[in-house]
């Protein structure tokens, strides 16, 4: 099983960080725009579990919305995605969850679900002109939180053990040098939990 190795990043130029990227030869992967809705505050305040409903929008007005459930780790996080568009029976999510009652096949239904367990909707958060790059063996995404009014850019890295981890920080660090961007510009919360704190 990989781990996932991410630095988040505060940035000012961002057409400045993307002409960079390009400069390198970095790979673009493609760009969209994409809402979640979390369910269960509780679930999220005692637990660190973050239970969504994500609608990605793609250019020529393309959409794929996703059930997500997702633990905090060490390092990278446990992650359960279930696409929306047909009958979904036992979803994985919902079992994580203890549901009894565990089959689906739109946002719609799943909120009841979501509700008739105690979970209510409680924060939304909308990403915009998410753009994403391929370079060598780094993953790259710039995005703008709407709620902040903030542009980020996440360097991720996969790696098999966890000794490597730092190592890999250590190289995710030298590409944010060499775009430009400062290691005190680091940000350690998701975009969620950033949201969430200005409650």
Request: glycine share 6%; net charge negative; aromatic share 12%.
């Amino acid at each position: 099983m990989q781990i996932e190795v991410r630095v988040r990043a505060k940035i000012e130029k961002k057409e400045e960080i993307i002409r960079k990227l390009e400069e390198k030869g970095a790979y673009f992967e493609g760009k969209n725009d994409s809402t979640s809705w979390y369910y269960g505050k509780e679930l999220f305040k005692k637990k660190g579990v973050q239970l969504r409903v994500l609608e990605y929008r793609y250019p020529e007005d393309e959409k794929k919305i996703y059930l997500t459930y997702k633990e905090p780790q060490k390092e990278g996080s446990f992650e359960l995605r279930e696409i929306f568009g047909e009958l979904k029976r036992n979803s994985k999510v919902f079992e994580r969850l203890g549901f009894t009652s565990r089959d689906f096949t739109t946002p719609i239904d799943a909120e009841k679900t979501f509700e008739d367990n105690g979970l209510e909707k409680f924060l939304e958060v909308n990403i915009s002109d998410e753009k994403k790059y391929r370079y060598g063996v780094f993953e790259i995404k710039t995005f703008r939180i709407e709620e902040l009014s903030l542009d980020l850019i996440e360097i991720e890295l996969n790696v098999a053990w966890e000794k490597d981890i730092p190592k890999a920080k250590e190289e995710i660090y030298t590409m944010m040098k060499e775009l430009g961007i400062s290691k005190a510009n680091e940000v350690k919360k998701c975009g969620m939990e950033m949201v969430f704190a200005t409650l």
